[in-house]
Structure formats: C-alpha cells, structure tokens
C-alpha cells in the first residue's frame, strides 16, 4: 500500500461547478498535512496546510479525518485557472511523502 | 527577490558522463531537498541536507551525490552510475526539517529537465 494514496483523475468539470478530492494516508501518527498545485511541467506550489479543525482559504476548502485517515479539499466555484495537478502531501517519518496527484480540468 | 534558483532549465547528459545540477536558496533556510519526478509518479526523496557540511541519503539516492559546503547551495550530481537519469529534478528548501506545521513547508525551485542523448 502506498502511504499516500491520491484518485489520479482527471476530473473533468465545468466552471462554476464545486469539486472534492480526497487522499488517504497510511501512517496513523502522520503529523503534518499540505495540498500543493502543480501545473504542467512546472514545480509544485504550496495550496494550503490542511488543520484539524479545517481551514478555508478563499473558494478553497481543506479538512482532515485522522480517525479515518484522509484528507479533504473542495473547490467552489471552479475557474478555468484552477486546472492544475493537486498533490496531497504529509509529513511521514520525518520526511514529506507525495501523493501523485489528481488532475483537474475545469472547461468553459 | 528571495526564493529558489535552480539552473539549468534544460540539460543532456551523454553515456557515461556526470553532469551537475545546480540549486541556490536566499531564504535563510536550512534544510534542503533534492527530488525527482517521473511522469504519473510522485515526487521521489533523493538527498536532503539540515545543515551545512551534513546530507543524508533519501529513498533513491543510488547513483547521485551531493554536497552542502555553503547553507545556500545543494548541487546534485547525477552520475554515469544512474542508469535511467531522464527526469524532472525539482530542489526544494524548509526552514528546518525537524518541525512541525510551517517550518514543514517545503518551497520549490522551478526544476531541471534532465534527458539522456
């Protein structure tokens, strides 16, 4: 199994609409959670760290479930510049393990 | 403008040859990772670095090498020993690698495309 587990899409959607991702994570005393964008053949920019409490930022939505190991991010009102890979990230044994991503496409 | 350089944009490597990849940081920052990225796969941990003079090995470090003589700079080599060296190389920097929350995120430079002729 692998310690970061990510759907690789892609997710097709219209703008406007809202889309959820989920990744789940195999290490139980994981510590730390990110979502980081990816666009193509570019490097990987920090989205947002992802609480235990959820946090929001603008249309972005992140929440984390450590009873069932998974984290969450919802896009609202999807752009068209929202299309990019969306890597789920955590901090595992001391190191940073990276989802392979789900790809979003957001069409007009 | 403080961030990531890492240079060149583009590079070949001839059999048999060593080439070196360069990574320089502004931020103050005193960890440092080198990733490679191959296409449908995550980011992979070749070397990383907490302080000046001191790296460690990541999870594929077979056939690369590295050095930290300044806290700004991380070269990577990728040496002839690396059979399949064709990869986006991505150098990344954190605050420090110990902590917890902020201190965690990594920031990235904009890569080496790395091909074989």
């Known amino acids: 199994r692998k310690e970061v587990e990510q759907d690789p899409g892609p997710f097709n959607v219209p703008e406007g609409a809202t889309v959820a991702f989920n990744c789940t994570y195999s290490n139980s005393a994981s510590q730390s959670f990110f979502w980081y964008r990816q666009d193509c053949r570019k490097e990987p920019k920090l989205l947002m760290s992802v609480y235990s409490s959820g946090n929001e930022d603008g249309r972005f939505t992140a929440q984390l479930n450590r009873a069932s190991q998974y984290i969450s991010l919802l896009i609202r009102d999807s752009k068209l510049s929202d299309s990019a890979t969306y890597l789920c990230v955590v901090k595992s044994f001391q190191k940073l393990v990276f989802g392979t991503g789900t790809r979003l496409l957001v069409s007009p | 403008d403080g961030g990531i350089t890492q240079s060149p944009k583009y590079l070949f490597r001839k059999e048999g040859q060593n080439v070196t990849l360069s990574c320089e940081q502004n931020l103050n920052h005193d960890a440092m990772y080198w990733y490679r990225q191959d296409p449908g796969q995550g980011l992979r941990l070749i070397y990383y670095?907490?302080?000046?003079?001191?790296?460690q090995k990541g999870d594929i470090a077979e056939g690369y090498s590295v050095s930290r003589e300044k806290k700004e700079s991380f070269p990577l080599t990728v040496t002839s020993a690396q059979k399949n060296p064709t990869a986006f190389y991505l150098c990344?920097?954190?605050?420090?690698?110990?902590?917890?929350?902020?201190?965690?995120?990594?920031?990235f430079g904009a890569g080496t495309r790395l091909s074989v002729l």
């Open positions: 990344a920097s954190s605050i420090d690698r110990a902590g917890v929350g902020a201190k965690n995120i990594q920031y």
């Open positions: 670095s907490q302080i000046v003079n001191d790296f």
